[in-house]
């Protein structure tokens, strides 16, 4: 004898998928947030990152520019 699967059970399964996922859709959950998180500590360590690396080269420049010529000659040009 063959069980006839119930399709309203199944529906009602399915259903409860899709408000679960728009639910966290709408929600945002927590992920959403600490991906935003994380986007903006990258921007501001890639901003702090350029920044001391300018004043790294503009010291080294700067050593250069005070070294002998032969110094200045081992060097690429600034």
Known sequence: ???????????????????????????????GELRSCLALSRIAAVGDASGRLAALRREAAEHLRRGDRTARAACPPT
């Open 1 to 31: 004898m063959r069980v006839m699967p119930d399709r309203y059970a199944d529906a009602v399964l399915a259903r409860r998928r899709e408000l679960r996922a728009l639910r966290e859709r709408l929600a945002g959950g927590h992920r």
